[in-house]
């Protein structure tokens, strides 16, 4: 039997630059906001997993949704402003 060790650069080559890039960090922390509004729902939704949801629990979850929906639409106007021309909206 072979040993994948001996075949580990094919497979993944290692590289030392395993940290992310500045462009990769400025990407996240341009969609931080609909990252963070993403997992407020998912934790909402999973509060509920295991049980019928409450009215509470229904409020959260609508309120999870628009939330993560405003970062969202935030999110792609702030992209398409960057892509018009002149920079503007």
């Known amino acids: 039997m072979k040993s994948i060790v001996a075949l580990q650069n094919r ?12 462009a990769e960090l400025d990407a996240i922390e341009f969609e931080l906001p609909l990252i963070l509004a993403e997992v407020d729902l998912l934790d909402a939704e999973i509060a509920v997993l295991d049980r019928a949801p409450a009215e509470l629990d229904a409020r959260r979850i609508r309120r999870a949704r628009r939330k993560m929906l405003d970062a969202r639409r935030a999110l792609i106007n702030q992209a398409a402003a960057a892509n018009m021309p002149g920079g503007a909206a």
Request: hydrophobic share 25%; glycine share 8%; aromatic share 8%.
């Open 11 to 22: 497979v993944t080559p290692w590289s030392d630059g395993l940290e992310p890039s500045d």
